[in-house]
């Protein structure tokens, strides 16, 4: 089967800061990828490049057999990627219905059916009675809930989720699992997940990726990567060596 | 050639002067992005009061200019504390907005206590030097306007000097940068903003004064600089103090050679038409950093 | 619809009392209402401030002029061709602009207004400053006059004015239909967040042309209209400030964004002008931009303490207030 997104070698540049080193990696269809790694490994950056937000310096992003490395976001999205944001962004003064409408719009052309798609999909995330509410009007949780099911209104084939549990209450973090494990099997879509939280992104993901200090370290099963001396190292530092 | 150069150095001397008049903007906008498009009003205000003070009262603009400095730095904290304070909790637009109505508040207000009549300061030191000349190497240089633009320049070294050496710039500069931050120091963000708006006023209606004796006076003075002094903060890059300069000098280098060149009326044009190129392909400015 | 009555009717009692003064004031308001429509699709919906709209109500005034004047074309044509040439010449001009955001697209529009001022003084080809003069065939109908825009004598303030009323609504129902449709929610996305708007796939640039070009259309319809109702066309009259303030104001002091409020904004702000310049008469205060200064103190009252408009006054609690106490006597003077 070929790979749904082909990253290969990677690199971006800020000034001296390389935020991104010769990043390869592949996400097959389906698949539900964690992309793991301390703060500053570069997760963010290079899910900028991906979706089109930054473009790197070097190397190549091929999706579905289309290079993407130098695609405007829209055409991105248009190719079947869409993502959330980590700090989450939506159009304030619409409507939670109206939000999604505008994800929907990226399928078809007629108000009609984009209004119906979208009601859908609220009730699929969860979000059912909250449709007339103003977008800012929100808890945080909620419009977590939003951005990710109006990603899923435009019909993508992967979704990148940038710590999307980021700020949410334990137990707001455990329904929100619960709606990618949804997502995942009933859409047929493959996910990317930068996450922080370990309870998370383990269980989620069928395979790891690490990235540290804007390199990738490793990748493998869940319980591998957790197994994995360096991985250790580069989270908990040197102390913990040998601890496994 | 010789018109050429001559043309030049015209620019830089007038260069010098719009400096004084874009700096007070770059000081607003690096501070809290905010557009004011009344900024030429306040010029004109000084135009005026450089005018009257010389009418009325005798007094040489040089010297009016202290009294004048002063009173626009009131009027300037008065502006944003009745005004800009609470448009700049709102939208951007409503900000924008509300100093466009500023601007027809004082144009018309002008053109009401004083008609659209043209106004000229006739006795100053000044205008009694003009004519008269230095002349190095073939070019001719009026000694008002380098009077003027020398003033200038000193008013601007004085800034700079205060922006970049002393504690309150310093804190001026840190609200710019990270307001939260500086609040956790405890600068009080609103104190600046005002100080800011103060400073800009001042020094825009001195720059004024001083153009007060080369320009006719008239109310509606103002736009044109107006638009003129954004152009030259967004080449010189937004809020940098001696980018303003510099990018003042060129504009003004740039104005004086389209003129002597094309029709006068084209004169602006030019100035326009960078500052469109600019944001096309330096939004940071020619030295700015963003 | 007591609106819609009032607006077919109003001008029928000063047509029979030969006052066209008050004809001209509301061919101005809903002038300025239309604009005022128009603009709200840029800076309203988009979020994109436009200052120098004025450059497309000049070429559309121009357009149709030259057209009129030289290849004789019915005035109801000539307003196509103006509002093709000026959305060609919008996007022309606005796609390169689209990069920059907020204030900076603002300044760009400043700027260009400012480079269209010269250029229309001195181009020869629309004779500079010294303007084109529409010609108009003598005689003709009332009938006659509204399919042409052309008033030899009477019927001419009523007659604009209808002309004027027609584009009015044609705007609004326009207007309408995109709010309700794909371009009005990729509007309202892109100045809601530009990125989260790219990220799913709407083409910020584009739409800000779009946008800004449908402003155009309805400013040259607006140039024209103005252009047949003035005979003639000079620079500095189309280019005039007041062509790219009052729709705006109209646009904001009635409500930003609202399908109403243009023409709330306009039928607030005209009469004031107007209003002053009539009693003000050929006093000594005539002619000292009274009215503007109003305008300024009204721009600045709205901005300071009713950022979104007239219209977003709590007229239904009022209105549920003033039913309330009609039974009561009215107690105090």
């Not at chain 2, 004011?36 to 603009?61: K, R, T, Y």
Request: charged residues 15%; aromatic residues 10%; proline residues 4%.
């Amino acid at each position: 089967m070929a790979p749904l997104l082909q990253i290969e070698r990677c690199t971006k540049r800020f000034g001296g800061l390389v935020a991104n080193r010769d990043v390869s990696l592949t996400i097959e269809p389906r698949e539900i990828v964690g992309l793991i790694g301390p703060n500053g490994a570069g997760k963010t950056t290079l899910f900028n490049c991906i979706s089109g937000a930054l473009h790197p310096d070097e190397g190549r992003i091929v999706l579905n057999g289309t290079d993407i490395s130098r695609a405007r976001p829209e055409r991105v999205c248009r190719l079947g990627i869409a993502r959330t944001w980590q700090v989450v962004r939506s159009f304030g003064r619409m409507t939670a219905l109206e939000n999604v409408i505008c994800g929907a719009l990226r399928r078809t052309n007629r108000i009609g059916p984009a209004r119906a798609r979208s009601l859908e999909l609220l009730a699929f995330t969860g979000l059912a009675g909250k449709e007339d509410v103003a977008a800012a009007a929100l808890t945080l949780a909620d419009k977590k809930r939003l951005e990710i099911t109006r990603a899923l209104a435009t019909g993508p084939s992967l979704l990148l989720l940038d710590e999307a549990m980021s700020g949410l209450t334990p137990f707001e973090t455990t329904a929100a699992v619960e709606l990618v494990r949804r997502i995942h099997a009933e859409l047929d879509l493959a996910i990317c997940v930068v996450e922080h939280v370990m309870e998370v992104v383990m269980p989620l993901s069928h395979r790891v990726v690490v990235l540290d200090h804007g390199e990738k370290l490793t990748e493998g099963p869940p319980a591998e990567v957790a197994r994995d001396e360096r991985v250790i190292t580069a989270y908990l530092g040197d102390r913990y060596r040998g601890r496994a | 050639m010789t018109l050429f150069l001559q043309a030049v150095a015209d620019g830089l001397q007038m260069g010098l002067l719009y400096a004084l008049v874009a700096v007070g903007l770059a000081i607003i906008w690096g501070l809290m992005e905010m557009i004011n498009f009344a900024h030429g009003e306040f010029m004109m205000l000084g135009m005026f009061g450089a005018w009257g003070l010389s009418v009325w009262l005798g007094w040489d603009p040089l010297i009016s200019m202290v009294p004048i400095a002063v009173v626009m730095y009131g009027l300037g904290v008065l502006v944003y504390r009745l005004l800009m304070q609470r448009v700049q909790r709102g939208e951007v637009f409503t900000q924008i907005f509300a100093t466009v109505g500023l601007f027809f508040f004082i144009q018309n207000g002008v053109v009401a206590l004083f008609t659209s009549d043209y106004r000229f300061v006739d006795k100053s030191l000044l205008t009694g030097l003009s004519g008269v000349n230095l002349t190095v190497g073939g070019i001719r240089i009026g000694v008002p306007l380098l009077v003027g633009g020398l003033i200038a320049l000193g008013l601007f070294l004085m800034l700079y000097l205060l922006i970049d050496r002393t504690d309150f710039g310093l804190a001026l500069q840190a609200t710019a940068e990270d307001r939260d931050a500086a609040m956790l120091v405890g600068i009080r963000p609103q104190r600046m903003y005002a100080v800011a708006w103060g400073l800009g006023t001042a020094l825009v209606a001195v720059a004024g004064v001083i153009l007060a004796n080369f320009f006719s006076v008239y109310p509606q003075a103002g736009l044109s600089f107006t638009v003129l002094a954004y152009a030259i903060v967004a080449l010189g890059g937004f809020g940098s103090v001696l980018g303003t300069l510099l990018a003042a000098l060129l504009v003004g280098v740039v104005q004086s050679v389209t003129a002597a060149y094309l029709p006068p009326a084209f004169k602006d044009a030019f100035v326009f038409g960078s500052y469109i190129l600019i944001g096309l392909f330096r939004p940071q400015g020619l030295f700015g950093r963003f | 619809m007591v609106g819609a009555l009032v607006a077919l009717l109003y001008p029928i009692p000063f047509e029979r009392s030969g006052q066209i003064y008050y004809e001209t004031v509301g061919f101005l308001v809903l002038l300025n209402a239309m604009l005022g429509i128009g603009w709200n699709i840029i800076g309203g919906w988009a979020g994109q401030f436009d200052f120098g709209p004025s450059i497309f109500l000049a070429i559309g005034a121009y357009t149709a002029a030259l057209l009129s004047i030289h290849l004789g074309w019915n005035a109801w044509l000539a307003l196509l061709g103006a509002v093709v040439v000026s959305v060609a010449l919008c996007a022309a001009l606005t796609y390169p602009v689209t990069r920059l955001r907020g204030h900076y697209f603002a300044i760009a529009t400043v700027a260009m207004w400012m480079i269209a001022q010269p250029v229309g003084a001195t181009w020869r080809f629309i004779n500079g400053s010294q303007g084109l003069f529409i010609p108009v065939a003598p005689g003709g109908s009332f009938v006659h006059g509204m399919l042409t825009m052309e008033f030899a004598g009477r019927g001419k303030g009523l007659g604009f004015y209808y002309l004027s009323l027609g584009l009015f609504v044609i705007t609004l129902l326009g207007a309408r239909a995109i709010e309700r449709s794909k371009l009005g929610f990729y509007f309202r996305a892109v100045r809601d967040d530009q990125d989260g708007a790219e990220a799913i796939g709407i083409d910020s640039r584009l739409y800000k042309v779009i946008a800004r070009c449908l402003m155009a259309a309805v400013f040259a319809a607006g140039g024209t209209l103005y252009g047949f109702w003035a005979l003639a066309v000079f620079p500095d009259q189309v280019l005039d400030v007041n062509w790219n303030i009052l729709p705006m104001m109209a646009a904001v002091v009635g409500g930003l964004g609202r399908l109403w409020g243009p023409a709330l904004g306009a039928i607030v702000l005209i009469p004031i002008s107007q209003i002053m310049t009539t009693t003000l008469g050929s006093g000594p205060l005539a002619g000292r931009g009274i009215d503007l200064i109003i305008y300024g103190a009204v721009i600045m009252l709205i901005a300071g303490w009713r950022p979104n408009g007239l219209l977003s006054l709590p007229w239904a609690a009022w209105a549920a207030r003033f039913r309330g106490r009609a039974p009561a006597p009215v107690a105090k003077g």
